[in-house]
Nanobody, 118 residues
Framework: QVHLVESGGGLVQAGGSLRLSCVVV????????LGWYRQAPGKERELVAT???????NYGDSVKGRFFISRDNRKNAGYLQMNNLKPEDTAVYYC????????????WGQGTQVTVSS
């Protein structure tokens, strides 16, 4: 059974930084795409960032230029560096791993709370 272990969330002041980690645990060969999504109270879940196996990246408009996604294939881990955090970044952040490019076989993490105070 494959599962994702998230860490790094917490409380931070506006303008500060946090680094989220997501480790893919289980009997898997490779991960095509790692991604981060977030959901604020009363809002729909939205894309934050994704990174593919060739290290191409995609970012949501609201975080572009502030957040940076990366991965370490040897550790089966993904990271989200969040800089210049704003109160509107407050949300539960979910890691997502998709193993095949054309298959909807994603596994989601349990989520980690990020709270940004003003």
């Amino acid at each position: 059974q494959v599962h994702l272990v998230e860490s790094g969330g917490g409380l931070v002041q506006a303008g500060g930084s946090l680094r989220l980690s997501c480790v893919v645990v289980g009997d898997i060969f490779a991960v095509w795409q790692l991604g981060w999504y977030r959901q604020a109270p009363g809002k729909e879940r939205e894309l934050v960032a994704t990174i593919n196996s060739d290290e191409t990246t995609n970012y949501g408009d609201s975080v572009k230029g502030r957040f940076f996604i990366s991965r370490d294939n040897r550790k089966n881990a993904g990271y989200l560096q969040m800089n210049n955090l704003k109160p509107e970044d407050t949300a539960v952040y979910y890691c997502r791993a998709q193993f095949l490019v054309w298959s909807d076989d994603a596994v989601w993490g349990q989520g980690t709370q990020v709270t940004v105070s003003s």
